[in-house]
């Protein structure tokens, strides 16, 4: 136990020592490798002039006009995470949006348009991952569903708003067994995780992290090079811990801006 709280504490000194790498790479929304929608990656604004998306004239462009609203309306709110590079949200907003089976639908609820360019706070504490990204919230502000990638046949976009409850909401990032995540590091199957494998595991769920040569000799107890299930089941508790610990984080790694204080 003992040993194991050491561990964990010098990953911990590990990871504050390098948190502007993290801050860096998870300020930024990334695509999840799991989506198998068509969303696109977000990716940083061109320096060439892309026009603006215009919300429609009767959208929200702020989240808390959107809840207040929602909150005497008694509406639910839809949220659309876009930006001006991503295509597919501008055909939903010049194509979709506007129809009239679209604009009926939409009567149901309080929309708004955040542009994950300008709006990063929101894009985080949603864990955006792609655009365009639908999260839909009761009139209390409570996250019911959310679908990623754009529905482009108005029909489509209307059933994807009938059927917010009934959407996946986002799957939290959960602890894996310990053999489950052997199996993952373990990528030729043999067995045993030699150096390489560990730092792709590693890295694969701790992007940057520069200390897998470390913590590999750590977990090689023995020292045979290769580490086996027993010695990866010693510490890999603390490791996920520490991946679990790391996801929670994230969103207050950023400097705060000031609509972080709100909710
Ligand atoms: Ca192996
Ligand atoms: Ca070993």
């Known amino acids: 136990m003992i040993v194991r709280s050491l561990f964990l504490g010098l990953l911990m000194i590990a990871v504050a020592t390098t948190s502007p790498a993290f801050a ?3 300020g930024k929304p990334v695509i999840d490798e799991d989506s198998k929608s068509d969303a696109q990656p977000p990716r940083k604004a061109k320096p060439q002039k892309i026009p603006e998306l215009t919300p429609p004239a009767d959208w929200h462009t702020d989240l808390n006009s959107a809840k207040a609203a929602a909150a005497k309306s008694d509406k639910d709110v839809v949220l659309m995470f876009s930006a001006a590079w991503c295509g597919a ?9 506007g129809q009239d089976s679209v604009e009926k639908t939409l009567e149901e609820f309080e929309p708004v348009l955040i542009n994950v360019d300008k709006d990063r706070s929101d894009a985080r504490k949603y864990g955006v991952r792609g655009l365009p990204t639908f999260v839909f919230l009761n009139s209390s502000g409570k996250e019911i569903g959310r679908s990623v990638g754009a529905p482009a046949a108005p029909d489509r976009f209307v059933t994807m708003l009938k059927k917010r409850d009934s959407l996946q909401p986002a799957a939290p990032r959960k602890m894996i067994t310990d053999e489950e995540a052997f199996k993952v590091a373990d990528a030729d199957a043999n067995n045993e995780v030699n150096q390489n494998e ?18 590999f000799g750590m977990v090689d107890t023995n020292k045979s090079n290769t ?10 508790e603390a490791l996920q811990k520490l991946f679990v610990e790391l996801q929670k984080r994230r969103p207050q790694r950023q400097a705060p801006k000031k609509n972080d204080a709100d909710s």
Do not use: A, G
């Open 227 to 236: 580490i086996d299930l027993d010695e990866f089941k010693m510490r890999n």
């Open 198 to 215: 560990f730092t792709h595991y590693v890295k694969s769920r701790l992007r940057n992290f520069p200390f897998s040569e470390q913590l």
């Open 24 to 26: 860096q790479q998870f």
């Open 89 to 97: 949200c501008r055909h939903v907003l010049t194509e979709v949006v």
